[in-house]
Structure formats: structure tokens, C-alpha cells
């Protein structure tokens, strides 16, 4: 079982940035594709990006491609997502999650692994 840990989220302005982190407890974490999603107030879990396990590959939706970055350090078991130019529309709770067949999917039924979630707030 992955025990997945988000952190970074809080509230900030329009404009603004903000980088979550999330912390895997697996030490094969390098065996994963990781994803994050998202879910604002009254509206479905959406996919926001997912990052292959070597990091090599990664893949974003169109409403944060350009703004948003995924990364991943291996040997911190830890997946990160940067957030640039954050707009009111970006509020959410955002999730992480691990995938263990390692695809790199935009689907949540992929993922097998999820994190508690972390609050997004951006202020118009």
C-alpha cells in the first residue's frame, strides 16, 4: 500500500504561484507514473497533469498547459507540481496520485494510489 502526502497548497492572488509537493512512502516510487487532479466546489475530479516514472515524459490538460509544471525527484520520492499565473478558476482541491503499471494517463481510474488532497485558493 502507497501512502501519498500532499503539501504546498494555501491561498494566494491572482497571479500568483504556488508549488505542491507530494511525498510517496513506497521505495519504489521510481516504479510509478504519478498524476495530479483536481476538484472544485460542486464539480467532478478533472486530470491537471501526470509525469512518467523516469520523468522523461509528461502531459498536462489544456486548461494549465504553459502554466503548470510536473516534476519528479526519484530519489526523494517526491512528485511536485508547479503553478504559475494561478487564476480564480484554479481553486480546487488537488490531489495526487500514483499509478502502478506506470502508464501516463489523463483517467483517475488509472491510478491506483491517491493522497488526501491539498486546498488550492486563488483570490480574484
Known amino acids: 500500500q502507497v501512502q501519498l502526502v500532499e503539501s504546498g497548497g494555501g491561498l494566494v492572488q491572482a497571479g500568483g504561484s504556488l508549488k505542491l509537493s507530494c511525498t510517496a512512502s513506497?521505495?519504489?516510487?521510481?516504479?510509478?507514473?504519478m498524476g495530479w487532479f483536481r476538484r472544485a466546489p460542486g464539480k467532478e475530479r478533472d486530470f491537471v497533469a501526470t509525469?512518467?516514472?523516469?520523468?522523461?515524459?509528461?502531459y498536462y490538460a489544456d486548461s494549465v498547459k504553459g502554466r503548470f509544471t510536473i516534476s519528479r525527484d526519484n530519489a526523494k520520492n517526491t512528485v511536485y507540481l508547479q503553478m504559475n499565473s494561478l487564476k480564480p478558476e484554479d481553486t480546487a482541491v488537488y490531489y495526487c496520485?500514483?499509478?502502478?503499471?506506470?502508464?501516463?494517463?489523463?483517467?483517475?481510474?488509472?491510478?491506483?494510489?491517491w493522497g488526501q488532497g491539498t486546498q488550492v485558493t486563488v483570490s480574484s
Open positions: 513506497e521505495r519504489t516510487f521510481s516504479n510509478y507514473a
Open positions: 496520485a500514483a499509478d502502478r503499471e506506470g502508464r501516463v494517463g489523463d483517467i483517475d481510474v488509472l491510478y491506483d494510489y
Open positions: 509525469i512518467s516514472r523516469s520523468g522523461g515524459g509528461t
